[in-house]
């Protein structure tokens, strides 16, 4: 259907309010979303310290928490076209904080369940209660991103949408720095202080499987007694401000233009008995049947490979290739966080300033400057000082997150408003598979190869997400004639 854009110059200001207040609602809600997802890897140490949770059970619940999540992602961008977004991320907040709040009674409902204190029965039937409970929320995460891909759409003109729905993305790394100032602070500050009960003490060297002789790793030991239980205010004190963010997203968010008296953007529908009928063959036609919306989905998966290798096994690659400290190296992954951010602004502006929206080609040009700084990182020389080291990495990082945020925005101008948050999802679905290549495959990958070439693995793996990105450039190729947006289709 042929797009009637019925906006008038007539209340732009009124517009621009609304506009704006739902861009920085939704951002802030966004980031609340990851204080109640990104908490519990801090609280591991913890739980391991005290309860002697094993790597093993942590590792196969948070692979599990990735295809959940990437499978929330579609099935909620389903439902986001369908729903009222205000009700939609509002709701899904409140319930994810409810189920963080589940999580610090963890213990006391394994002790219901059990019948024990202590003991292989209860700590099994806590890490199965953690898994449960741990799945359940990252089932109702995916209410995050697809009500944000829907609202943005209603309320932003495409062809200012790359620019400014940059800007809302960096909503993912305040969130997540957030968070983990937030989350260390409890963990090092809060607790009960138990560390001159002996019983205690020993039971955490146990753990931990540290030798009480060893004074150097018994400071560790003391530390977790220092802070026994803090693992709780972990969940409780995130989960309270989220439920305190979901009041404000009700009270905050409107679903569309028109539900405070606005005419909308673009009118792409139309109303009656048949719209339901007719809006499944507009989603079939728009995001199904879609070439573009399928080409960036694939793309997508090489994308958050390459993102989530560098950001997943990043430290421990610098630390065993390059013999950089753990402290430098986790200071290079967060340059390269920062160096994202500014590429990922950058990139919705020249977009929308330069290529007329085009934010596929936009995405082709990163992905060859992803391509060029990672082949610069791979053949440095190893007596390469760490500042020169920092900068190259940083450089890829800043060419990877614009198009890790320019295939949502492309996604949902080629599907339209009407159907932004369904192909979002689909998108979403191919960027979370990755996590089978980028963690379990990477790992597997450097073990495999250490065996039989040792020391080289990570100098396959570059080549491997070098290959990736040089793939990734072809796929986005393919949509090189393709226009801006799907409105006049």
Same mark, same amino acid.
Not at 220 to 239: M, R
């Given at each position: ?33 990851? !204080? ?91 890490? *199965?209660? !953690? ?6 929320? $990252? ?5 995050? !991103? ?22 809302? $993305? ?15 602070? @409890? ?5 009960? #202080?138990?560390?001159? #009960? ?45 439920? @305190? ?16 008296? &606005? ?15 007719? =809006?499944?063959? =507009? ?6 049947? $879609? ?8 793309? $997508?998966?090489?994308?958050?490979? +390459? ?34 951010? +500014? ?11 330069? *290529? ?20 610069? =990182? &791979? ?46 999802? *689909?998108?979403?679905? =191919?960027?979370?598979?990755?996590? *089978? ?53």
């Amino acid at each position: 259907m042929k797009e009637e854009t019925v906006l008038t110059n007539e209340i732009p200001k009124t517009f621009k309010y609304w506009q704006t207040r739902t861009i920085v609602v939704t951002m802030i809600g966004y980031a609340l979303f990851y !204080f109640v997802r990104k908490n519990f890897s801090f609280a591991i140490p913890g739980l391991t310290a005290e309860y002697g949770i094993t790597k093993t059970s942590f590792g196969i619940i948070m692979t599990l928490v990735t295809i959940v999540y990437g499978l929330s992602r579609f099935l909620n961008g389903l439902i986001a076209d369908r729903m009222n977004a205000r009700y939609h991320m509002s709701i899904g907040l409140f319930l994810c904080a409810v189920a963080n709040f589940a999580f610090g009674w963890g213990t006391d409902l394994s002790a219901l369940i059990t019948g024990e204190t202590s003991g292989p029965m209860f700590t099994n039937t806590m890490v *199965l209660i !953690f898994g449960i409970v741990l799945i359940v929320n $990252n089932l109702i995460q995916g209410s995050g !991103f697809p009500p944000v891909a829907r609202l943005l759409t209603h309320w932003i003109p495409q062809n200012e949408l790359a620019t400014k729905m940059s800007i809302w $993305n960096t909503s993912h790394s305040i969130g997540a720095a957030l968070v983990a100032i937030l989350a260390g602070y @409890i963990m090092g500050s809060l607790g009960t #202080n138990m560390s001159d #009960n002996p019983e205690v003490v020993a039971a955490i060297a146990a753990n931990l499987k540290v030798d009480p002789a060893n004074t150097e790793k018994m400071k560790s030991v003391i530390e977790s007694a220092s802070h026994y239980g803090a693992w709780k205010w972990c969940f409780w004190i995130p989960a309270a401000i989220a439920l @305190i963010g979901s009041i404000g997203l009700f009270i905050g968010l409107r679903d569309t233009p028109s539900s405070v008296g &606005l005419p909308e953007l673009h009118k792409t529908h139309k109303k009656g008995k048949d719209s339901s009928a007719e =809006f499944k063959a =507009f989603v079939q036609k728009a995001v199904y049947r $879609n070439k573009w919306i399928w080409i960036l989905g694939i793309a $997508n998966f090489f994308v958050y490979v +390459v993102r989530f290798a560098v950001l997943d096994w990043g430290p421990t690659f610098l630390k065993e290739a390059h013999g950089m400290t753990l402290t430098n190296a986790g200071w290079t992954v967060a340059v390269f966080e920062i160096f994202g951010i +500014v590429g990922m602004l950058a990139a919705g502006w020249v977009t929308d300033k330069y *290529l007329e929206g085009k934010a596929h080609r936009t995405s082709l040009y990163c992905m060859i400057g992803v391509a060029v700084f990672m082949t610069i =990182f &791979l053949y440095l020389p190893d007596n390469t000082p760490s500042w020169g080291m920092i900068l190259v990495l940083a450089m890829a990082g800043f060419f990877i997150y614009g198009p890790q945020a320019l295939i949502g925005i492309a996604a949902a101008n080629q599907a339209t408003n009407r159907a932004a948050a369904t192909a979002n999802g *689909l998108t979403g679905l =191919f960027g979370y598979a990755s996590g *089978l290549v980028s963690g379990v495959g990477v790992g597997y990958m450097v073990d495999a190869i250490n065996k039989v070439n040792p020391g080289k693995a990570w100098d396959y793996v570059f080549m491997m997400m070098i290959g990736m990105a040089v793939l990734c450039v072809f796929i986005f190729a393919l949509m090189w004639k393709a226009k801006a947006h799907g409105y006049d289709s």
